[in-house]
């Protein structure tokens, strides 16, 4: 492949100091994106940044045509290191602001955007409620509840979370996926609303039961969030669910089994 060709060459050179025939072979070989990000490393070196933006938007312009996503982002992660390095906050916060929204797994973007507002509180609470806007707007429902969380919005929180669980309820999806979605912030629900914790599952569970028998497993996936309840100080809770349970689906001889080991 010519762009591994190239990379061997630029490394020999440099091995044997010839580092003005590297530099060469890399001007030459620009066209491909690893030659390109050793251009971009030298002349963010050399703090040359109106030359390093020029290349990445360059590169960004080549990957999009070729419909390369993933090369458009590491330039365009350049491009708000340059920013970063120059001071320019309102590009850095524009291009944090994006790679957090769009989703670019394996980064820091959060709490990278949220440090360019380390002197400036009333400019961060804007560019929550931006965020939180644009995330309910999306759906990204887990993203919106963990920006809450690490934020300690807890009246956001909550608000958000119950926001999302009536949707799951109103388009009817499978009962499981609302028990997932207490499941996942159960530890965050147990601290800051212990009692709404409760009354959901109390709602949820026997929701989740009804229709046609889901097996033992599922049923094993019930008795754990009763027992987690049960440990939460809530025996009398559970016992009486567990009455009403079986008394439902007395003909259900593997719910009754697990239902009585907790």
Known sequence: KAENAALIKVKVMRQLGKNEEADRIILEAIVYP???????????????????????????????????PGTSQTFEEWLCRIAEAEGDLPTVRKLLRRFFLDGHGGRDDYARLKKSFDNDEPGWKQEYAYLTTALKKSGENNTLLNVCVKEQQWDDFL????????????????????????ENYENTLKEHFPEKLIE?????????????????????????????????????IVEKMKESICATYNNRKALLDELSRV
């Open 200 to 236: 959901l599952y109390r709602e949820e569970i026997p929701r989740s039961l009804s229709g046609s028998p889901q097996g033992r497993e599922y049923y094993q996936y019930i008795c754990r969030i009763l027992r987690r309840m049960k440990k939460m100080g809530e025996m009398e």
């Open 34 to 68: 690893k030659i390109r990000e050793l251009r971009m490393e030298q002349l963010f070196a050399q703090k040359k940044f109106d030359e390093a933006k020029r290349v990445a938007k360059e590169g960004i312009q080549i990957a999009e045509k070729k419909d390369h």
């Open 159 to 182: 608000k958000y979370l119950l926001e999302a669980y009536q949707k799951d309820r109103n388009i009817h999806w499978p009962s499981d996926s609302k028990l997932k979605l207490l």
